[in-house]
């Protein structure tokens, strides 16, 4: 008998009965029980099996594979430097709150620190990111037959991965997120397939059923105070809130009295209630910074969002008292109106195509069913600009860390975990830094139908935006912020066998229209943007609401 063999056999058989119907496996020789037994599942129709070799983006896949199931998926890696690879997508998932575990081979224990190649410290190497971490007990050489140690530790690593699983989904204590579990393999490594894997429970459940623990602690939410709602990233429905005025980021469930972000300005809310997490507006911020406001917060996991320590109240579900005033009410909407229209007449009233153009046509193409998938930097602000989410649209983004990386392989794994089209709004640099997300060999699972729309800026659009994009930096600004790189995307995309193709922003709403039949399922669809009149586009816009608020202000006087 090959002990590896059959530690790996039931590492996976107690993770499918955990739930896990994906994982992906970077390849590696000290894991190499693992990829037998998942290979073995994946033949066996129990797990869809996906094989990445750059772990970064294997991390990322997962990402999108978990968002889009809303079940755990785990990554298995060879040991060394491979485990670290991952930190990116781990990152992402603790502050996003997904459930992914890392299982990574490693040598055994003893030979730590022996010069033996590639070994590094594996336990502890993502720090307080994941929710909990454990060394499986490694197996015996050798195991005699009906040997009492192999049900002892078959009992022992069930109940491991079972609480393991259980920490991921945050079961026990509201806060899911990543899981690390170590697994070292003596040799060999490599075997007869082993038949006399020793048994989980008969019911073909977990070990350990493990029920989730309730907690509802409703915060009273007084609507005679002129109220607005900001939802972000990880936001879920609040029925009592529904009608309340809201200013919902594009991956906050759609709401049904929308406000834009940009009319925060003109509003003087005396209360804000924040579900999720917040962190596209630079005026949001503001407005939850005073200590003027009263903030109640609503957080269904461990932690919450109050960035300023502003916070009045936390609860996790809301009592609602009252109702919101009428005038209120009229006063978000048309705020939010004028605010809409601004962005749109001055969207129209500019020859060049910006990516706040390429948001809008993208959006608008957008039916029940689809899966957006939307890039950090400005795609996202874009879109927050441009966008009332409808209902039947999911939205993914990477709000966790809010990074630039591992978004082509968050896309592809939303697509292959989601029954309908996805469509994903990428900037340049993001596309190009995860380029490597495109990498997949002509076995592995890939999207029913994936388009990766890139509004190419060539470069840093967002940065013209901000402080450093101040003329005052002109000299500098390019090298150090802007970052133009040329690179020809086409060449790219075709070294990996992706169709690629340029269009203009008009062209895009027929290229949307049809399919990405690619062999692959996914293609990149590059419109090429300017970020030169960026700066002074936004400030337009700004200025245009002023002037029509200062109107209505007016108006409303004269009409008391
Ligand atoms: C991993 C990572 N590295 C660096 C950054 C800093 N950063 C934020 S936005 C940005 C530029 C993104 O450019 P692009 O994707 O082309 O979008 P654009 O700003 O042009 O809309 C960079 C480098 C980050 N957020 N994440």
Not at 170 to 184: A, E, N, Y
Not at 297 to 309: H, L, M, N, P
Not at 400 to 420: E, Q, R
Request: aromatic residues 4%.
């Amino acid at each position: 008998m090959t002990a590896a063999l059959t530690q790996a056999s039931v590492i996976v058989d107690e993770l499918i009965r955990c739930g896990v119907r994906d994982a992906v496996l970077c390849p590696g020789s000290r894991n190499a029980p693992l990829a037998f037994a998942l290979h073995r599942a994946d033949a066996e129709g129990k797990v869809r099996l996906h094989v990445r070799i750059d772990e970064r983006s294997a991390a990322f896949l997962a990402l999108g594979l978990a968002t889009a199931t809303a079940r755990l998926v785990p990554i298995i890696t060879t040991s060394g430097s491979a485990v670290v690879n991952l930190a990116p997508g781990i990152l992402e998932a603790s502050y996003a709150n997904l459930p992914l575990m890392v299982v990574s081979a490693n040598r055994p224990g003893e030979l730590l620190g022996t010069g033996a190649s590639q070994m590094i410290l594996q336990s502890g190497v993502f720090g307080a990111e994941v929710r909990a971490e454990a060394t499986l007990s490694q197996a015996d050489y050798d195991y005699p037959p009906d040997s009492q140690r192999l049900v002892q530790h078959n009992i022992r690593w069930r109940a491991t991965i079972c609480r393991l699983a259980a920490s991921a989904h945050g079961l026990r204590d509201g806060h899911p997120g990543p899981v690390h579990l170590d697994v070292p393999f003596a040799e060999p490594l490599v075997g007869p397939q082993p038949v006399d894997v020793p048994l989980g429970r008969d019911d073909g459940g977990p070990w350990t059923a493990i029920e989730p623990a309730r907690m509802d602690a409703p915060v009273t939410v007084d609507l005679t105070l002129n109220t607005l709602v900001i939802t972000g990233h990880g936001a879920r429905e609040i029925p009592e809130l529904a009608g309340v005025p809201t200013i919902a980021e594009p991956s906050a469930p759609a709401v049904s009295n929308a406000v834009h972000p940009h009319a925060i300005a003109h509003l003087a809310p005396q209360q804000v209630v924040v579900v999720g997490r917040p962190t596209l507006h630079r005026q949001v911020v503001q407005l939850l910074s005073s200590p003027a406001v009263r903030i109640v917060v609503i957080a269904a996991e461990k932690s919450w969002t109050d960035v300023s320590g502003t916070a009045n109240a936390v609860g996790r579900s809301v009592r609602v008292v009252g109702r919101s005033a009428v005038d209120w009410l009229q006063m978000c909407e048309r705020a939010s109106d004028i605010a809409y229209g601004a962005v749109g007449r001055a969207l129209d009233s500019v020859d060049e195509t910006t990516g706040l153009h390429v948001a809008r046509a993208l959006t608008r193409q957008l039916v029940s069913g689809d899966t957006l998938v939307i890039g950090s930097s400005n795609p996202i602000r874009d879109i927050a600009l441009t966008w009332k989410r409808p209902c039947g649209v999911t939205v993914v983004a990477n709000r966790g860390v809010a990074g630039i990386d591992g978004l082509v392989s968050t896309a592809v794994g939303a697509a292959i975990g989601s029954s309908g089209r996805t469509i994903a709004l990428l900037g340049d640099l993001t596309f190009a830094h995860d380029s490597g997300g495109m990498l997949a060999g002509p076995s592995e699972p890939m999207p029913k139908d994936l388009t990766i729309v890139v509004a190419n800026d060539n470069g840093g659009g967002i940065f013209s935006l901000l402080e450093q994009g101040d003329p005052a930096h002109a000299d500098v600004f390019e090298r150090v912020f802007g970052t133009p790189h040329e690179t020809d995307f086409g060449q790219l995309c075709g070294a990996h066998g992706i169709p690629h193709q340029i269009v203009t922003e008009g062209e895009l709403v027929d290229v949307l229209a049809r399919k990405a039949n690619s062999s692959k399922g996914l293609r990149v669809v590059e419109v090429r943007t300017s970020r030169v009149g960026l700066r002074d586009l936004h400030g337009e816009i700004r200025k245009e609401i002023e002037a029509e608020m200062s109107g209505y202000a007016q108006s409303a006087l004269a009409r008391e």
